[in-house]
């Protein structure tokens, strides 16, 4: 008995660590209000669908705000809920694997270098399983709930399956353990993360997007003709694996960015487009 109660003290003990509190407990919190705090200004927009702006949409389709509003919110609490207790079940070992830490703060050039190298490995990883998920099976009993969103705006960005929203977060965590980074690095990768999934989805493709002071990030029209075709430009921020591995770009996309240069003062008038049918990739 006394075995047991020794083993169950040592166990929540685990818990009771600063760094459980700083990486789990903390970074869920900030990854849902990072998340809200880029979607819900862009989601407000996507509502007014302001005048101004209507030159900049990449859909000429009204979006579906009503429709996605809430379901987009609460699968946005139940998924973090979720990913957060597959985060305690995996604690016990992420905690003697991961080499996120606590000590002293890197310098700031550090802190750049490693979320540069976070953004790229991630968005590697994330090439791979989006292509893996759009496989029959996977796309079937996973991914096709992301895709039922075919006129994104901001706040569908994470509109997922909990399969999904689990695998794609622990993407998110892979760089910073592999480096060993301190906790705030892994913040502030965690907010520039969650400002790429708002941004992806946000449905408008304005040049004075501060994304685009990322080199070699093209803006939301990548992954919004992602939404629109269901096939090509898998790759979550960057559009180069598509390019370097089998040009897989969606269709039309490139004709679209050749006619759409930002900082040009090009008329993007809507067009009429035809509603595709979501099916797995053959
Ligand atoms: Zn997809
Ligand atoms: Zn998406």
Redesign the pocket.
Known sequence: MEGAIGFLKGFLAMYQDERFFLVGVCSTLLSVGAFLAFALPWTWVAYKNPESLRRYRVQGRDFPIKHWFWPSLGRLAINSLLSFLGLVLAWPLMRHLSGIHMGALPPWYVMVAQIAFFIVLDDFLYYWMHRALHTPWLYKHVHSV?HRITI?FALT?NYMHAVEFVATSTLVLIGPSLVGAHVVTLWAWIIFRQFEAAD??CGYDVPWNPGLLVPFYKGSAY?DF??RRFFGNYAGFFSYLDKLFGGTYSKGYEEYRRAHQHGASVESKPQPQPQPQPQPEP
């Open positions: 992301h994104p960005g992806g989805h992954h992602h939404h």
